[in-house]
C-alpha cells in the first residue's frame, strides 16, 4: 500500500532565507507531484516529476525526485511572503489509473 | 480553473438526509475524481470515473456513491448523510495521460449537523 509522509508539517521562515520540504513513499511510484494550496481556495498544480533525477524549477521553487530513495523535495529560494501556502505532495502507484495518494501538506508561513 | 465547476459551493444538511454533489467539467477529459479534505488527513481520494458509467472505489468510499451517465457531469451521493462527512469535497480532472497533472475544482464546503 501506498503511503506518502511529508515533514516538516509546519514550517515558520523569514523572508530571504533557504528550505526544504520534504517527501516520502512507501513503495515504488511512477510518478510524484506537487501541489500549492492557498486558504480557503483550491489546489494548484506546480510540479510533475516522472523519472528518476527529475529536477523542475518555477521562480524561488525547485522540486527533485529520487526514485531509489523514495524522496522527493521541494525547495525554497529566498523566500517571500507571496509563497506562504501549503504544499502537497502526491504520489501515484503503478498501474494505479491516475489515483493519487497525497501527504498531510506543509504549511509554510514567510514572515518579514 | 480548466473549465471544472462545482455545485453547490457550500451545503448545511441534517444527519440522515441524502446529500448530491456536482462536479461539470468542459474539458471531455476522461478521468473525473473526487477527495475530500480533512485538517491533518491531506486529500482522500473517494471514488473515480475513468469513463461514463465506469468508476471505482478509493481510499475513503465507505457511504459515497457516484454516478456519471455524461462525460462532463460526475455525481457524488451521500446515502445518509453523517457528522464524519463534514468535510471539504475537491472534484479533480484529468485526460489519463502519463505524467499529466490533475486539475483541481474550487471545492464545497459539506457540514453535516
Known amino acids: 500500500e501506498l503511503k506518502v509522509e511529508q515533514n516538516p508539517l509546519f514550517l515558520s521562515m523569514q523572508e530571504g532565507k533557504n528550505y526544504t520540504i520534504y517527501c516520502n513513499y512507501s513503495?515504488?511510484?511512477?510518478?510524484l507531484y506537487w501541489y500549492r494550496q492557498d486558504p480557503g481556495k483550491s489546489l494548484e498544480s506546480l510540479f510533475v516529476?516522472?523519472?528518476?533525477?527529475a529536477v523542475k524549477q518555477e521562480g524561488r521553487l525547485m522540486a527533485s525526485l529520487d526514485t531509489k530513495a523514495r524522496l522527493s523535495t521541494l525547495h525554497i529560494t529566498a523566500a517571500v511572503h507571496d509563497l506562504s501556502a501549503t504544499y502537497f505532495c502526491?504520489?501515484?502507484?503503478?498501474?494505479?489509473?491516475?489515483?493519487?495518494?497525497f501527504g498531510k501538506g506543509t504549511k509554510l508561513s514567510v514572515k518579514p | 480553473d480548466a473549465g471544472i465547476t462545482q455545485s453547490p459551493r457550500h451545503k448545511v444538511t441534517e444527519t440522515g438526509t441524502p446529500v448530491t454533489l456536482r462536479c461539470h467539467q468542459t474539458?471531455?477529459?476522461?478521468?473525473m475524481y473526487w477527495y475530500r479534505q480533512d485538517p491533518g488527513h491531506g486529500l482522500r481520494l473517494i471514488h473515480y470515473?475513468?469513463?461514463?458509467?465506469?468508476?471505482d472505489k478509493g481510499e475513503v468510499s465507505d457511504g459515497y456513491s457516484v454516478s456519471r451517465s455524461k462525460t462532463e457531469d460526475f455525481l457524488l451521493t451521500l446515502e445518509s448523510a453523517t457528522s464524519s462527512q463534514t468535510s471539504v469535497y475537491f472534484c479533480?480532472?484529468?485526460?489519463?495521460?502519463?505524467?499529466?497533472?490533475?486539475?483541481f475544482g474550487p471545492g464545497t464546503r459539506l457540514l453535516v449537523l
Open positions: 479533480a480532472i484529468s485526460y489519463g495521460q502519463e505524467g499529466e497533472t490533475q486539475y
Open positions: 513503495t515504488t511510484s511512477d510518478r
Open positions: 516529476l516522472l523519472s528518476n533525477g
Open positions: 502526491a504520489a501515484g502507484a503503478r498501474g494505479s489509473q491516475g489515483n493519487l495518494i
Open positions: 474539458e471531455n477529459h476522461r478521468y
Open positions: 470515473s475513468y469513463g461514463v458509467k465506469d468508476t
